[in-house]
């Protein structure tokens, strides 16, 4: 299992249809980045077939615990990932 730290500033150059966010619904529907998907970390084994083992993701919850078990789960399942260092805190506060 291995993955990725990226930046928020690194995320910005990232294709947003390529960032998950796995916070749940309330909070992603509260604030979230344009574009990005939500899969809340608790669902993410229900989409996991729906993902492509040759994108790399870029993860993203609100302080970065969450987009670490999330990173964790997808490289132990053969999937590219980054998990984004701070999560949205980071994002809001750049």
Known sequence: ???????????????AEN???VRDTADFNEVHIEGVR??????LPNFVEELDPNTIYSIICYSGNRSTQACEYL???GFQ????IGG???W???
């Open 81 to 84: 990932c980054e998990n984004v």
């Open 19 to 21: 960032i998950i966010d």
């Open 88 to 90: 949205m805190n980071a």
């Open 38 to 43: 939500n899969i809340p970390l608790i669902g």
């Open 92 to 94: 809001l506060s750049k």
């Open 75 to 77: 490289s132990a399942r």
């Open 1 to 15: 299992m291995s993955f990725n730290l990226i930046s928020v500033e690194e995320l910005e150059s990232r294709a």
